[in-house]
T-cell receptor, first 110, second 114 residues
Framework: AQSVAQPEDQVNVAEGNPLTVKCTYS??????LFWYVQYPNRGLQFLLK??????LVKGSYGFEAEFNKSQTSFHLKKPSALVSDSALYFC????????FGSGTKLNVKP | NAGVTQTPKFQVLKTGQSMTLQCAQD?????MSWYRQDPGMGLRLIHY???????DQGEVPNGYNVSRSTTEDFPLRLLSAAPSQTSVYFC?????????????FGSGTRLTVV
């Protein structure tokens, strides 16, 4: 069965510090990997995706994600967190259909 | 602007009432889906469609019906609303064959059943 895991319900980080939001997946075949962000009372917005090539993918708002095929992971990262990055983050995998993780709430404190 | 449009944004229903949540996209996407989002539960797939005339069930289809008569529209019908259907509903669309293409989401419908 296809699955996506976000092991942390919540991540707390101080503004200016680096942040990591974790995602691992278990799918058959070669997946395409995505990160979405959801601000309060809003829909989900596309952040970045991994298709092929360089394992480090750069996306919107200074975010990047590192694809690791051997560990089946696709962790979201940002070198220096902002308070405005506080939101709910979803990892997703597409193998024909989409499979979403349960979401990680990122809290960035001033 | 191109995108996914959901209406209404907010709705309050009484138990037993029926209603239709509307979803329309103008990007010629074949693949459309409905999700519900509950606190602590992430996104759960209700129904999806890979093209006009084709629909299939997701993980939580009970109490909901869908149809896909056109590529643009994918309405979600609540047959007899129950308090357990209080949730935020999102419609999303994408290209069917291009699996390297992500979803475009609507802004959501917040439904309360009393």
């Amino acid at each position: 069965a296809q699955s996506v895991a976000q092991p942390e319900d919540q991540v707390n980080v101080a503004e200016g510090n680096p942040l990591t939001v974790k995602c691992t997946y278990s799918v058959s075949g070669n997946p395409y990997l995505f990160w979405y962000v959801q601000y309060p009372n809003r829909g989900l917005q596309f952040l970045l995706k991994y298709i092929t090539g360089d394992n480090l993918v750069k996306g919107s708002y200074g975010f990047e994600a590192e694809f690791n095929k051997s560990q089946t992971s696709f962790h979201l990262k940002k070198p220096s967190a902002l308070v405005s990055d506080s939101a709910l983050y979803f990892c997703a995998v597409r193998v024909l259909k989409f499979y979403f993780g349960s979401g990680t709430k990122l809290n960035v404190k001033p | 602007n191109a995108g996914v449009t959901q209406t209404p944004k907010f709705q309050v229903l009484k138990t037993g009432q029926s209603m239709t949540l509307q979803c329309a996209q103008d990007m010629n996407h074949e693949y459309m889906s409905w999700y519900r989002q509950d606190p602590g539960m992430g996104l759960r797939l209700i129904h999806y469609s890979v093209g006009a005339g084709i629909t299939d069930q997701g993980e939580v289809p009970n109490g909901y019906n869908v149809s896909r008569s056109t590529t643009e529209d994918f309405p979600l019908r609540l047959l007899s609303a129950a308090p357990s259907q209080t949730s935020v509903y999102f419609c999303a669309s994408s290209y069917k064959g291009a699996t390297n293409y992500g979803y475009t989401f609507g802004s959501g419908t917040r439904l309360t059943v009393v």
